[in-house]
DNA sequence: GTAGGGTTAG
């Protein structure tokens, strides 16, 4: 009884530790617990390796899988659940799935926790079918859905285009016997905004009021977000501070929202008060904090600053990932540099990211802001993927040189797609073509136009 | 031990 109490209250040291991302001493908390006579338990090793996952890297995780196998400590359910859940959160998605069927072949049954993780790697991944089979896997066993499979599913349909369905989901379930909760409302308040569909995000966030819920910090960012990027910013920044005035403490998200939103606008130094602000509030900036910046300096034409932040991103043991490289071609290309642009993007292609596509985009519409439109065709010609963005500028810029013809060309390319150029573009381009006398080509495209129409 | 908000281009 004496020992197992130990047990206990060496776990809860361990876990406060751990909680506060003082690893060593957690584990110091182990060794004097085993000279006093105290062993180490599964919940022990399962507390290391959700920390271990969390705040150092999966092997060292799955190191301490090792380390309670050599202790004659069988890994359970959970240790599984915290290395796939680690894995998830690195976007080692593979790793997720070896370790699911490592967990089977160990005679480990999952549980529900174990299928919302996979579910949410299928969904990350884009394979809605997969995600779709996991959730009928948990319907045919004996374990039953809980409201993370449910809110998992909504944000996965929501994160990957279909938030109507979401939605549609959701009121089935609803009817259904499903009780949201904040973060259901949150999760379907921003993918209706990101997907456009206002009026249902607006009557989501009406059903929040009416319910016996606050909305939180992640509710407010969303919403002053969606105004922001709908040009109502005075009514975002009205959203900051009723979120302040409601006793929620800013945060990394809402000063990031705020600080781009300012420099967007070109109100460079409101936005640098922003980074200020975060970093006497202490908060710890992490790369997208320091993406926020360095598209601030792009803005202001400070490139020499930006290579200064890049080495001090370095040296704040954090890496440059796409966002960074893409504001970083993009300021290149603002200030004139566009062989500087261009190298770097090369470069960025030598990096692995797993898609540049947002940097050939900035690339393209520069370079035929710059005049070089052929160039920028060239670039076209090269890509393996583009976006109606690529197309929707190219068309653009080529109908801004008078080339409606090759517009032409392109906007159909774009429609065999089964993509969609803003529809202004595309007046634009039938006008022009009719013109300058080419007739046939304005007929042929004006029916290639009707025919996507109705096949949307 | 799973799920939500922040950064890039037209």
Redesign the pocket.
């Known amino acids: 009884m004496v020992c197992k109490l130990s047990t206990r209250l060496m776990n809860i040291c361990v876990?406060s530790f751990?909680?506060v991302q003082q690893l060593e001493r957690a584990e110091a908390v182990i060794v004097d617990a085993i000279r006093l006579g105290t062993l180490p338990d599964v919940v022990t090793y399962?507390?290391l390796v959700?920390?271990y996952c969390?705040f150092v890297d999966l092997d060292a995780g799955y190191s301490i899988l090792n380390r309670m196998t050599e202790a004659g400590i069988y890994p359970n359910?959970?240790t599984?659940?915290?290395l796939i859940?680690?894995a998830?959160?690195r976007s080692l998605l593979s790793r997720c799935f070896e370790l699911f069927d490592e967990m089977i072949m160990l005679g480990i049954t999952p549980?529900?926790?174990?299928?919302?993780?996979l579910m949410?790697c299928f969904f990350k991944l884009k394979k809605l079918d997969e995600a779709d089979k996991v959730f009928d896997d948990i319907l045919m066993s004996k374990l039953s859905p809980?409201?993370?499979?449910f809110?998992?599913i909504f944000?996965g349909l929501c994160?990957n285009g279909h938030a109507n369905n979401a939605l549609k989901l959701y009121r089935y379930y609803k009817k259904n016997g499903f009780i949201p909760?904040?973060?259901?409302?949150?999760?379907l308040i921003?993918g209706l905004c990101?997907s456009g569909r206002l009026r249902a995000a607006r009557w989501v966030l009406k059903e929040l009021g009416e319910s016996n819920l606050e909305p939180?910090?992640?509710?407010?960012?969303?919403v002053m977000?969606y105004c922001?990027?709908s040009g109502q910013f005075e009514e975002g920044m009205e959203v900051f501070y009723e979120m302040k005035n409601k006793g929620?403490t800013y945060?990394?998200?809402?000063?990031?929202?705020v600080s781009?939103?300012f420099?967007?606008i070109g109100r460079l130094e409101e936005a640098h008060k922003c980074y200020e602000l975060m970093v006497e509030k202490g908060i710890e900036?992490?790369?997208?904090?320091?993406?926020?910046l360095v598209?601030m300096y792009c803005i202001g034409g400070r490139l020499e600053e930006v290579y200064n932040l890049l080495n001090e991103i370095e040296q704040a043991g954090l890496k440059c990932?796409?966002?960074?490289?893409?504001?970083l071609i993009?300021g290149l290309c603002r200030a004139g540099n566009i062989d500087g642009a261009l190298k770097h993007l090369r470069y960025m292609d030598t990096l692995g990211f797993d898609s540049n596509?947002?940097?050939y985009?900035?690339m393209v519409?520069?370079l035929c802001k710059a005049g070089y439109i052929n160039k920028a065709l060239k670039i076209f010609g090269t890509m393996d993927v583009r976006?109606?963005?690529?197309y929707?500028?190219l068309v653009?810029?080529l109908c801004k040189e008078r080339r409606f013809f090759t517009a032409s060309k392109v906007l159909l390319a774009c429609l065999n797609q089964g993509m969609k150029?803003?529809r202004p573009t595309q007046r634009v381009v039938l006008k022009g073509l009719r013109s300058s006398g080419l007739d046939s080509e304005a007929r042929k495209l004006q029916a290639k136009i009707r025919l996507a129409r109705i096949l949307q």
């Open positions: 876990a751990c909680k399962n507390t959700a920390a969390r359910v959970i599984y659940n915290s859940a680690g998830s959160n549980d529900v926790w174990s299928y919302n993780t949410h809980c409201s993370t499979t809110n998992t944000n994160k909760q904040l973060i259901t409302y949150n999760i921003d990101k939180n910090a992640s509710t407010y960012t969303t977000k922001f990027r929620y945060d990394a998200f809402s000063y990031c929202t781009s939103a420099a967007k900036l992490d790369i997208v904090c320091y993406n926020i598209n990932d796409e966002y960074t490289h893409t504001t993009d596509l947002v940097a985009n900035c519409d520069r976006d109606c963005i690529t929707t500028s653009h810029n150029v803003f």
